[in-house]
């Protein structure tokens, strides 16, 4: 009787650690998922050149979908990921062909990312349009952009970037750990200041943040601008982590990749809700999973997206219990 208490107990406080700390939502789920990773294919997946290729995977996702994660809490949406990145990463692929100046081309891919972040703000605040079709809009002129200034062609050998897939004898590449400093001042960001509080305000009620006084679409436009930003990071990002080339499909569907990162990382599409952390964590499931299906035998994309898909659902059920009503 006493060992079925004690085990009711634990079962009891770490039902009550999940529901308590937003962060209990993907890191729990994290951590089970490489148990079974490791349970099911220690020799593959605990494999040094394994983990840093999950590493470098990682990266340009986590970058991506914090991003997207500025939009989602404040209630919106943003469908210009893919683009975006693609984008930022096409524009940095020139300059690097055309110019050898790295630094010049890693600051014109975000100046980019910027850019198309302020725009997708200014449409949302300042016309009033919906962020989800303001966004879908930059989905295609973005994309279309990147068909254009490419003329269609493959742009590869740029081994400059490999000094983000560089590890230094650690297997954990230098990009990665580039990644995780911004989310980490993301972090501080969206916990430390009144600006991540707006933020989280707004998606909450936003109109009780405008009647407190507050600027609602200067911090809706700067959380827009700033992800913008990341995800012109995200695009150089692409280029180091996927060979050292860039097509004009390149990141195409990475919105939804994005987004999946986001409820997977505990940030509920109805706003104002989630971890800091989350998509970070989100995207780092999302990668797991795809890696530990190919080391199982299981290769095709389609099989990979159902169970994707199935962990997506699974995840959007977790953040909506106790909600009377889902739109």
């Keep these: 009787m006493a060992e079925e208490r004690d085990k009711a107990g634990v079962l009891r406080r770490f039902v009550e650690f999940y529901q308590t700390y937003e962060i209990a939502k993907p890191l729990i789920p994290l951590i089970l998922l490489i148990a079974a990773s490791i349970a099911l294919a220690p020799h593959y997946f605990l494999a040094p ?14 970058l991506i979908a914090t991003g997207e994660m500025l939009a989602i809490l404040m209630a919106g949406i943003d469908l210009s990921v893919g683009s975006t990145q693609a984008a930022a990463a096409m524009l940095a692929a020139i300059i690097t062909k055309t110019t050898g100046n790295l630094g010049l ?14 725009i997708n703000g200014a449409l949302v605040t300042k016309l009033k349009i919906y962020s989800f079709v303001a966004t879908l809009a930059g989905l295609v002129i973005w994309r279309s952009f990147v068909i254009i200034v490419s003329g269609g062609r493959l742009i590869y050998g740029l081994s400059q ?10 297997y954990i590449p230098m990009g ?32 009780a943040v405008r009647l407190a006084g507050v600027r609602a679409d200067l911090i809706k436009f700067l959380a827009f601008t700033l992800a913008g930003a990341l995800y012109g990071l995200g695009g150089v990002m692409l280029i180091a982590m996927g060979g050292f080339a860039v097509d004009p499909w390149s990141a195409q569907g990475n919105e939804l990749n994005a987004i999946a990162s986001c409820v997977i990382g505990g940030i509920a599409l109805t706003g104002g809700t989630g971890h800091p952390l989350g998509p970070f964590l989100g995207a780092a499931i999302l990668t797991i999973l795809t890696n530990i299906l190919v080391l199982l035998g ?9 169970v994707v898909g199935i962990v997506l659902i699974a995840a959007a059920a977790s953040l909506t219990r106790g909600l009377r009503y889902v739109k």
């Design 161 to 170: 970037y490999a000094v983000f897939t560089n590890d230094y004898g650690t």
């Design 176 to 207: 990665f750990l580039l990644a995780v400093a911004v989310v980490i001042a993301i972090y501080l960001l969206m916990t430390k200041t009144t600006f991540g509080r707006y933020v989280y305000g707004i998606g909450s009620n936003e109109e």
């Design 298 to 306: 299981i290769t095709e994309l389609a099989t990979q997206q159902i």
């Design 105 to 118: 081309a890693i600051a014109a891919a975000i100046a980019l990312g910027t850019m198309v972040g302020a």
């Design 49 to 62: 050149m394994n983990i840093k290729v999950i590493l470098m995977q990682t990266t340009p996702l986590a």
